[in-house]
Structure formats: C-alpha cells, structure tokens
C-alpha cells in the first residue's frame, strides 16, 4: 500500500489558502491536518504565517474561515449585553433568528485590555455547534471575566434586521443600554 504524500512548506499554505478562499464554510485544522498529510499544530503554524502576509484568515469555533474586507455586509454594529453563562445559547439563538450574524464577542479586561474572540454564527446549526464546543472542551466564556458584560459585532443584510434584533435583545434582558 502506498503511504499518502505531505504537501510540504509554500505549496502547503497555498493549497490551505486556495481551498480556504474557495469555502463557504470554515474547514477545520484536522480536515486540513488530513488531506495535506501532517498534524494538526503544522496547519496552526501554517494559519498563523498566512495571516502574518495579511491574508484575512479568521479562526473560528468551527474551524477557518477566508474573510476578505470586501465582502459586502450590508450593516453591522456593535452591542453591549450583559448576562450569566446560561443565557449565552439564548442570546445567540435569538440574534441568528433575526437574520443577524454574530461575528464575535469583545470584553474588556484589566490587565490585558480589550480582547477580542471569533464567533462567526449566523444560523441555529452554528449556534449549537459553538455550544457544543465550549461544553465539549469546559471552556470558560470570555464575559464570565467581567460579570457578565460583553459586546458582540453583528452583522445583518438590513439596518432593519439589526434594529429589530435589538429591540428583540431589550425585551429579553440582554441588551445593555448605554446611557
């Protein structure tokens, strides 16, 4: 039986880059890690020299995305939300139902400033997904580092998806406003 081929060093990361630039769903390190034939933490280092020649590659909690900045969005914005760890499937649910994409979650911490975690849900499917993940993995939520208040970049086709995203957002006790 004949062993599979590496895909070795600058033909590697361009095979990575093309098939991540031709997704329209992220592909995981360990798919990646299978079809070019080395570990997993070669493709993290791949990843990360890509992006160090500002190829606009996100990681995200289901895997790589290729995001270039002329991907029309339509709106974006940015909230403020407070809740416990429980409510994080609720809040995501009820955003991703409004049409609206959640393309992450910002804190503010004391010693290392603002830091800033890809999420990149946009359906019910995602939103289970990223829930899995942390349950999987008994990974700690970013907000849990300050009680609770967070801000989520949302991005929507319409202004109006966004504001009745919010308004749905209030309802619910999650929206913090800001005075």
């Keep these: 039986m004949k062993e599979p081929i590496k895909i070795l060093g600058d033909e590697r990361r361009d095979y ?17 890690a299978s079809i070019t034939n080395v570990s997993r933490q070669v493709i993290v280092g791949d990843i990360t020299l890509l992006k160090a020649k500002n190829e606009p590659i996100i990681a995200t909690s289901q895997g790589y995305l290729y995001m270039p900045a002329s991907n029309p969005v339509g709106a974006e914005r940015t909230i403020a939300c407070s809740h416990p760890p429980g409510r994080t499937e609720e809040e995501l ?3 991703v139902d409004h049409g609206v994409t ?4 910002k804190i503010e911490h004391p010693v290392y400033g603002d830091l800033t975690a890809s ?3 946009s359906n019910r499917q995602e939103v289970k ?3 899995e993940k942390i349950q999987s993995t008994k990974a700690a939520y970013l907000s849990e580092l300050t009680d609770g208040i ?6 929507a086709l319409t202004e109006r998806a966004l504001d009745d995203a919010e308004e749905a ?4 006790n999650f929206l913090v406003e800001l005075e």
């Design 119 to 121: 999420i990149m849900v």
């Design 169 to 172: 957002l209030k309802k619910a």
């Design 93 to 95: 649910t009820l955003l």
């Design 102 to 105: 959640v393309k992450d979650v």
């Design 16 to 32: 990575i880059l093309k098939r991540l630039q031709e997704s329209r769903h992220p592909i995981t390190g360990s798919e990646l």
């Design 129 to 131: 997904q990223f829930m």
């Design 150 to 155: 967070h801000l989520h970049t949302i991005s």
